[in-house]
Each structure stands twice: as C-alpha cells, then as structure tokens.
C-alpha cells in the first residue's frame, strides 16, 4: 500500500513589511490559520491556536525571546521552535516553513497540520540507543497535573531511560478541572493520553488504581499495593491532595459527596434531576465553578453555604468577591454566608440519605445532594516516618524542589512547600498550572544534570467563576490595590501591591493582561503600583531582559 499523500501548500501570506520586530499576525492560510511571528529579524510560522483549549495566541504577547503566551490559561510555547515550554497544555505548536521572497513572506505548511485541532507531540515516542540516561529509571508517584507533565518533558528533554507511573486513579491522567467547570464525567473524554499512547508513545510503564505503601529512601526502591517492588535512580513525588469533609453530625449520610475523581462527578451528575435541591458547603473555586455548572443542569435550586462574609475576600478583596456573588445570585443561585452549621440530617423518607442543612438561626435548607468544598488536604500518609512532613502535611523542598537531603527526590504539586518567586519564603499552592509546571522542570534537572534550574515561576491560574477569572500573585500578601474597570461588571483588572511592589494580578473580561503580567513578573521589569496608578499601561510595555538593550 503507498503511503498517503501530504498536501503541502505553498503561498505568500503577508508583505514582510507589515510584521514588525518582536510582532507576531494570524493570517488566513488554505483552510486554516497561521501564526506569523518575527524575532531578531527572522521569520516564524506555527499553529495559530493554543493547543490547551484553542485560544487565538495572536491576542496572548510575546517576548523577545519568541516566547508566546496564551491570553487565557497562560500555557507558553516557543514561536521559534514551537515547543510547549509551561504548562497547562502538553502538545507543542506545529511549525512551517517561512520565507521572504520579493518582499512577501512565503510559508509552506502540511494542510492537515494546519488544520488539526490537536498540537505536535513532542516526542512521539523515545529511541533507545539515541540519547542520555538510558540505563536509569524514574519512578512518579502520582497520575495528575504534575505527573503527566514530568512524563511529557523527560522525553521533551531527550531522557531515554524507564519512566514507572503509579497512580492512585482507575484512569490514565485527566483534565480534572473539566470536572468542577463542566461536571465532565467520563474518563476517556478527559483524560489526556490513552493508556496505549502511555506505554507505545511515551515508554511509560503505567501502574493505574495502584497505590504507593512504602518508600524506602536508603534502597531506592518503592513497594506497591499489588506487591510490587520498583527501584529508582529518581524519584518524583506527585500524589496531589484528597479532598476533606467537614467533621460535622450527619458528614457520612448518603447522598453527600466531594469533588476530585472521575468517579464523584458520576455521583454528581446521575444524582440531578429536575426536583433536586442542590447545596454545596465552602466557597471555594470548586464549590462556585461547580455550583454555577449544576445550574445549567436545571435543578430546582442550587444553594451555596460559606463560612466567610464574602467568597474569595482574602485572595481578591471584598468588592471583586462581593460582585461575582451577586452576579452568581442573578443566575439563580442562593447564598447563606458567615453560616454556622450546625447538622446535616436525613431525609425524613430514608434515614440513611440527605435531607437537608441545618444552619443556625436560618430554616432548614432542603438538599437532596450536598458537595463539600470545603478543602483538601496532601496526600503524603505514605510518606509519614520517611521523610520529615510539614504541620499541613505538604513536604519542603528546595528551590530545585528536591527534598532535602536527597538530591534524586522531588516533591511536586499540592504537596510541596517550595521557595516562592521572587521573595523567597516557602508556601504550598494548590493549583492544577503549578503541579504541571513543577513537573516540566524537575523532569529537564533529572535529564540535564550538568544544567540544574531553580524555580522561579509566579502561580498563575484560571478559574471560570463570573466571566472567567485570569490570577497571578507571589503569595506575598498585599497592602494596597488599584482597580481599572467596572468590578460589578466583572471587567476589570485588579493590581495588588505590597510596600508598593505589585504581588498579585487579578482580571476579567481584560485577557491578556495577566499573561503580559506573568512575563514581565518573569523578567522582573513589573511597573511599580504608583505607575500603574498614573496610567502605565503594561500591554505597552516591551518584553526584554531587563538591563539589556531593546532587540
């Protein structure tokens, strides 16, 4: 049988005048876009699209080093080569070829890569006998965000040794933010590689519904619920948190769930009907994201109960956090705040079931399902007696995220107390965007030992409470804030600031000002809050290493 045609087009898209230095432009192309991009005077071609959820990257910016970065969920890649370079997303960019020809820039490209609603796998799979570190072993232990960007970037960064995943989930690693956003739940349309593309793809000898029952850090080796012993050369630990409930009369009554696995959505989504009353307990970005999907199930009422006055006051202030709850409470959803439960109990139809909240000095809230948001917690009982835990049961790591002491062990994700950027002190963030980062780099110090790097990324996540929140902040707290837009609109940006340094970035509806925000955080030439108070616009600002020259 021959091989299939590929349908190159060949075609000038754009006088080479109308693309500046440091500019990137989507043009049309055949059936689809590409992504033009200038850097240093020469000419990049790539997909147009994030390869995340498909965001158009010519509204994210870009640096002068072609690092592009998308206006929605901050995935970064690099125009130059098209490599994935943060996380969320796991595919790289697929790249063309460009030229100028006549004073016209030229692209070839492959139709079908044009157009593909996926991005380049990068590798596709590993070659022995071609790289570094073939006889060594790396052993994750744990199937999510962080586990599965470790796996992708060993391969990314040529490691052609064994990779052992074991994962508590039944699963091969997933999106789980589709599930409290859109109460996804089907494993298979979540998760992000098959199994098979695990183990032929990636080289991945992948251990799912498995759980980790001893580690043995003088034998390098880890034993297994099934019995089995794995030796490691490295290892990464990455088992992320589990959710907690309330120690509260009535917590263990049917009918009364949490929100991390594929197997809870189930739950969630087989329980809503048409006459079901709906009560989540926290305002966490889980219980909102999942109250305002619930809604669109059409139950008969979805109820929020929150402990605080206002949801997210601490991390984005009163105003911000007082208008995305009217904006939730003119959807149909109900609040009782700063309440004080006093039991859940059952229903009086079966006794072994929900029946409603019993908050105090209100009636009884009638609830048929009841989410508990109310937080979680690491996962590290299997480490208790190894290695030195912290009072919340996170693990402190080094500014490579290795566990002191231990120079082949990391902890990653919602585990791990790791130095914050840039004012060095230690905290634990539970975010789906830091666990994959922190796997992309440890995986490029285990592949590039002569070439370590230390973490300095500022968290930056999403949520899609109100018209969808963009958040970057250090952690270190703030003293004052400057607002530009309408909070009750939910258009704005919010800048917080600490002794005048800008800590934290908050917005909606105004992409891609935190993306912009990340980059200059990142190549520490941040405007101070004064400035931004006096009208400094930071999309204006060029994205160059600061104390260089402009390229």
């Not at 790289?131 to 232990?141: C, L, M």
């Not at 600490?498 to 980059?519: F, H, L, W, Y």
């Amino acid at each position: 049988m021959s091989a299939p045609e590929i349908d190159i087009l060949t075609k000038e898209v754009l006088p080479e005048s109308e693309l500046k230095d440091g500019q990137m432009k989507t043009v049309e192309f055949g059936e689809g876009k590409v992504l033009l991009s200038k850097i240093k005077g020469k000419i990049y071609a790539t997909s147009a699209f994030c390869t995340h959820y498909g965001a158009p990257l010519e509204k994210g910016v870009i640096s002068h080093d072609g690092r592009v970065v998308c206006p929605w969920h901050g995935a970064c890649f690099n125009v130059c080569t098209g490599d994935i370079e943060d996380a969320p997303g796991l595919d790289s960019l697929w790249k063309f070829s460009a030229s100028v020809k006549d004073g016209q820039i030229v692209v070839s490209a492959n139709q079908q890569e044009v157009k593909s609603k996926i991005g380049r796998i990068v590798p596709k799979a590993r070659t022995k006998g071609a790289g570094r570190k073939e006889s060594e072993t790396v052993v994750i232990v744990g199937g999510g965000s962080g586990g599965i960007h470790t796996v992708e970037s060993l391969r990314m960064n040529d490691f052609q040794g064994d990779i052992v995943m074991i994962s508590e989930e039944t699963y091969a690693p997933i999106d789980r933010t589709k599930m409290s956003k859109g109460l996804v739940d089907d494993a298979e349309k979540l998760q992000w590689r098959k199994p098979e593309e695990l183990k032929s793809d990636f080289g991945v000898e992948f251990h799912p519904g498995t759980s980790v029952t001893k580690v043995d850090l003088a034998a390098s080796s880890v034993t297994t619920s099934s019995g089995s012993t794995h030796k490691y050369d490295h290892l990464v630990l990455a088992p992320g948190a589990k959710p907690k409930k309330i120690p509260i009369e009535g917590a263990d009554l049917d009918g009364i769930v949490t929100l991390r696995y594929v197997q809870d959505t189930k739950k969630i989504t087989s329980a809503i009907t048409k006459d079901s009353d709906i009560v989540l307990i926290g305002t966490s970005f889980i219980s909102m994201e999942a109250a305002s999907a619930i809604l669109k199930k059409e139950p008969k009422s979805v109820t929020l109960v929150g402990m605080d006055e206002t949801p997210f006051e601490k991390i984005l202030g009163k105003d911000i956090g007082n208008a995305v709850m009217e904006n939730m409470k003119k959807q149909g959803i109900k609040f009782y705040m700063k309440a004080e439960i006093e039991k859940i109990a059952p229903s009086e139809s079966n006794p072994s079931h929900v029946g409603s909240i019993h908050v105090k000095g209100q009636d009884p809230i009638p609830a048929n399902l009841v989410i508990m948001g109310t937080g979680v917690a690491p996962a590290t009982k299997f480490l208790e007696g190894v290695i030195p835990l912290e009072e919340d049961g996170g693990v402190k790591v080094d500014e490579y995220l290795r566990i002191q002491g231990h120079k082949n062990v990391y902890a990653i994700g919602d585990i791990a107390h790791y130095v914050q950027y840039p004012d060095k002190f230690p905290r634990r963030v539970e975010h789906w965007n830091v666990a994959g980062n922190h796997g992309r780099e440890v995986a490029h110090n285990i592949a590039h030992p002569d070439d370590q790097v230390a973490y300095t990324k500022v968290p930056i996540f999403w949520s899609s409470i109100g018209k969808g929140l963009r958040y970057l902040g250090t952690g270190a707290g703030f003293d004052d804030s400057y607002t530009d837009g309408n909070v009750d609109e939910l258009k704005f940006a919010t800048y917080q600031a600490k002794n005048g340094k800008i800590t934290a970035v908050a917005t909606m509806q105004r992409d891609p000002i935190v993306s912009k925000a990340n980059e200059l955080m990142r190549l520490d030439i941040m405007p101070s809050l004064e400035e931004i108070k006096n009208g400094r616009n930071i999309l204006e600002i060029e994205l160059i290493d600061k104390g260089q020259n402009k390229v």
